[in-house]
């Protein structure tokens, strides 16, 4: 059994650690508010607080990653929200003080927003040509774990998440005038999220680079117009474009054959 941190117990990071534990591992978790850690360890949590910034990392560090032979990165790049922040300067202090510790094994969650749409149909062997910042950021982040002469780097790089509470098709609901119709979607649920994570630490499968999506891509307006349907929910409208625009449509050549998985959820 191993000793796993887990940067950041949120959607994901908090199932993850409950299925981990329950596997017989020993799992540590951070958080970067003190009120959330008073909460998850009232629930038997090893919870650190840590707050990471461009310039220093603030609370428990060293504690967090102390005698952790996997950590896993779950921590979201937040760029959507404009703050102005930049994710690789943070993450490059994470790093810092990863290669500190003596870990040796990383999981880094990415995303398929490395790929710019304009690449069309991509797997794993198609180099990341991002254009908008987050895009950037995130492949940077990759590169920098991914080049670590001190780790054995996994990058896992999520579609769009669903699971739980969590649907996309809530944010579309009722809207009009929606572009990109005939786009395909490139989605995975959070059971298959976790499935992935461990199929990286049970196969050992580290130093790779992974495209996880679900293999399924149908078309945006016909898939989210059937989800709002089945949740009840007034479908969004897109409009109706003959294009010959390219699409982004996420596969992987890698999945398959390193780890032998299947994907448990249906879209």
């Not at 629930?43 to 990392?57: S, T, W």
């Not at 995303?111 to 040509?129: F, L, R």
């Not at 950037?136 to 579609?159: D, H, M, N, W, Y």
């Not at 625009?245 to 780890?259: A, F, G, I, N, R």
């Amino acid at each position: 059994m191993s000793n796993i941190a887990i940067a950041g117990l949120g959607w994901l990071g908090l199932p993850l650690a409950a299925q981990l534990q329950e596997l017989g591992h020993h799992v540590k978790g951070s958080v970067t508010s003190k009120n959330k850690q008073a909460e998850l360890r009232n629930h038997g949590l090893d919870v650190y607080q840590v707050e990471i910034a461009e310039v220093e990392i603030r609370g428990e560090i060293q504690s967090f990653l102390a005698d952790t032979e996997i950590l896993i990165i779950l921590i979201p790049p937040g760029l959507r929200r404009n703050t102005g922040h930049n994710h690789a300067l943070r993450m490059a202090q994470l790093l810092d003080a990863t290669e500190k510790a003596s870990v040796k094994k990383v999981i880094l969650i990415s995303s398929t927003g490395v790929y710019d749409d304009a690449q069309g149909a991509v797997t794993e062997k198609d180099i990341p040509q991002p254009q908008d910042n987050k895009g950037k950021q995130l492949l940077e982040v990759e590169q920098i774990f991914f080049k670590s002469p001190a780790l054995e780097t996994t990058v896992i790089r999520f579609g769009g998440l669903f699971g739980g509470s969590r649907n996309p098709v809530k944010y579309l609901a009722g809207r009009t005038g929606l572009s990109n119709g005939n786009a395909p979607v490139n989605l995975i649920h959070r059971q298959d999220c976790m499935g992935i994570i461990l199929g990286v630490i049970y196969k050992n499968a580290f130093g790779h680079i992974i495209n996880a999506v679900h293999p399924e891509h149908p078309k945006k307006a016909e898939y989210y117009t059937k989800q709002a349907i089945a949740l009840g929910l007034e479908p969004p409208q897109y409009d109706t474009e003959e294009t010959d625009e390219t699409y982004k449509k996420v596969d992987s050549v890698t999945l398959k054959p390193l780890l032998g998985y299947t994907f448990q959820k249906s879209l």
